[in-house]
Structure formats: structure tokens, C-alpha cells
């Protein structure tokens, strides 16, 4: 089974509207974190938001909220008022192991390609 | 500038030559990992160093590839004999150790592009 699945490969979002990017996981840990990375055409990967596996309240980090609902294993990532500038990939990842003192794996998703119309 | 550094950016070889990325951590972070991206892809886990000690190896870690981090500081990541399918985005993303920041993210550098030809 997937990891991490994204099953948006693209999105189209009117500017200045509300979008939503779909992620769902795999895990049998109990402590575990949620990512999502903006990545630009010129590649770098931008983080944009974190959600601990025992956060209550769901994450948000300016325009960017994660919708994190434990039961459905799913964290969407939702951008409000969407920018021309939002236009990129969009991955999902979760890493794995955060009791642990060694290496934490790190799995990512296949993305979502965002495309913001004016 | 105290991010993540990665040298080259871009990198042409032909197939069967040996190449080297070098990756340059944020100073206080001990944590460093490589990715590989393909096109179309996510960033696939390649090997994961604490300190000096590489921890962690994928099984895409072929043969062909080698990782180091002699000091704990910068890393290198050569591969040799490269094949086509080598070709890809090669990320390295640093992170503190637990207790002295927060486990929340990796800090990516910009990558080394690869295009065997």
C-alpha cells in the first residue's frame, strides 16, 4: 500500500478563490507528523505546514490550514485566496518514528500539480 | 544566507562517468539526508547521515552509489558508471537533532539537476 497518496495530479483555482489538495495515509504509528511542501518550477521545496499526529487543533500557517482528520487517516492541505504565485507542485509527505531516536522516515506523495487562472 | 547549499545546481556527464554532489547543511543541523526526485515524482529517500555515521541506506542506493559526511558537516554523494537512468533531481534536507529544535520539517536545498546523456 501507498504511503502517501495524492490522487489530484493537477488543480485548476480561479484567483482569490479557496482551493483544496487532497492527501491520505498509511501508517501503524501512533506518533507520526504530516508535511506539505510547495515545490516551484526552479525546484527548491518549500515548507509550508506541519501536523503532529497528537495536535488537536488543526495546523494553520496563514493562508494555508491542513484539514487533519485522524479516523480517515487524510491531511488536505486548504489555500485560501489563491495567488498567481501558488501555481506549483504540491507534495504530501508523513514522517514516521518520532519516538524514536533514530532516523525518521520521510515519505512523500506523487503531488499535485496547482495552477492558479486570473 | 544560512540555508541549505548545494553544488552543482546543474550537471552534464555522458553515460559511464563518475559524478559528485556536494551538500552543505544548516551549521547547527547534525541530521542530513539525499533524495532523488524523478520527473513527475516525489522526492524518493536515498540515505540519511547522523553526524558523520550514514544510519540509513535505500535499496535504490545501487552499488554505483556512495555517500559521505566526514566531519559531520558537508556531504557528498558520488555515483560512478552513471547510467541514464540516473538521471534526476538530487536533493539533500538537513534537520536538528530532537531536543535541540523542532522535528516539524527537513530544510531542502535547492538540488543538483542530472542529466546523463
Known amino acids: 500500500a501507498q504511503k502517501i497518496t495524492q490522487t489530484q495530479p493537477g488543480m485548476f483555482v480561479q484567483e482569490k478563490e479557496a482551493v483544496t489538495l487532497d492527501c491520505t495515509y498509511d501508517?501503524?504509528?501512533?506518533?507520526?507528523?504530516l508535511f506539505w511542501y510547495k515545490q516551484p518550477s526552479s525546484g527548491e521545496m518549500i515548507f509550508l505546514i506541519y501536523?503532529?499526529?497528537?495536535?488537536?487543533q488543526n495546523a494553520t500557517e496563514g493562508r494555508y490550514s491542513l484539514n487533519f482528520q485522524k479516523a480517515r487517516k487524510s491531511a488536505n492541505l486548504v489555500i485560501s485566496a489563491s495567488q498567481l504565485g501558488d501555481s506549483a507542485m504540491y507534495f504530501c509527505?508523513?514522517?514516521?518514528?518520532?519516538?524514536?531516536?533514530?532516523?525518521?522516515?520521510?515519505?512523500f506523495g506523487t503531488g499535485t500539480k496547482l495552477q492558479v487562472i486570473p | 544566507d544560512t540555508g541549505v547549499s548545494q553544488d552543482p545546481r546543474h550537471k552534464i556527464t555522458k553515460r559511464g562517468q563518475n559524478v559528485t554532489f556536494r551538500c552543505d547543511p544548516i551549521s547547527e543541523h547534525n541530521r542530513l539526508y539525499w533524495y532523488r526526485q524523478t520527473l513527475g515524482q516525489g522526492p524518493e529517500f536515498l540515505t540519511y547521515f547522523q553526524n558523520e555515521a550514514q544510519l540509513e541506506k535505500s535499496r535504490l542506493l545501487s552499488d554505483r552509489f556512495s555517500a559521505e559526511r566526514p566531519k559531520g558537516s558537508f556531504s557528498t554523494l558520488e555515483i560512478q558508471r552513471t547510467e541514464q537512468g540516473d538521471s534526476a533531481m538530487y536533493l539533500c534536507?538537513?534537520?536538528?537533532?530532537?531536543?535541540?529544535?523542532?522535528?516539524?520539517?527537513?530544510?531542502f536545498g535547492p538540488g543538483t539537476r542530472l542529466t546523463v546523456t
Open positions: 501536523q503532529g499526529s497528537y495536535d488537536e
Open positions: 501508517t501503524s504509528d501512533q506518533s507520526y507528523g
Open positions: 509527505a508523513m514522517r514516521e518514528g518520532l519516538n524514536s531516536g533514530g532516523y525518521q522516515k520521510v515519505t
Open positions: 534536507a538537513s534537520s536538528p537533532s530532537p531536543g535541540t529544535g523542532h522535528l516539524r520539517e527537513q530544510y
